[in-house]
């Protein structure tokens, strides 16, 4: 069974950086890693993503902001969050998937894993 696991989340304010990370201890993420949020009452969408050759794609609302990163050697997947804004406020979630396949869409309904949330709130 997966068991992805976010961690790093907390309360800041504007301006103010977060480093999220996400523990895969059983190595699903042989194809894509990707970040998730979701506020409340809107849809979860797609922040960042990591693919497993390297490249990786944004939200063009995050661009500039926020690096996807990860470190095989741990199996662990980073989200290093710079200049936050209260409109980054919401539950981050961590995705993987054995395929590599369209993984820089950022779309829910590739991921088969999740973890259950880290919870961000930027106050102004």
């Known amino acids: 069974q997966v068991q992805l696991k976010e961690s790093g989340g907390d309360s800041v304010q504007a301006g103010g950086s977060l480093r999220l990370s996400c523990v895969d201890p059983g190595r699903t993420s042989s194809g894509c890693m990707a970040w998730f949020r979701q506020a409340p009452g809107k849809e979860r969408e797609g922040v960042a993503a990591?693919?497993?050759?390297?490249?990786?794609s944004y939200a063009e609302s995050v661009e500039g902001r926020f690096t996807v990163s990860g470190d095989n050697t741990v199996n662990t997947l980073y989200l290093e969050m710079n200049n936050l804004k209260p409109e980054d406020t919401g539950m981050y979630y961590c995705?993987?998937?054995?395929?590599?396949?369209?993984?820089?869409?950022?779309?829910?309904?590739?991921?088969?894993?999740w973890g259950q949330g880290t919870q961000v709130t930027v106050s102004s």
């Open positions: 990591l693919r497993s050759d390297g490249r990786t």
């Open positions: 995705a993987a998937d054995h395929s590599s396949a369209r993984c820089l869409e950022r779309r829910t309904s590739m991921f088969d894993y």
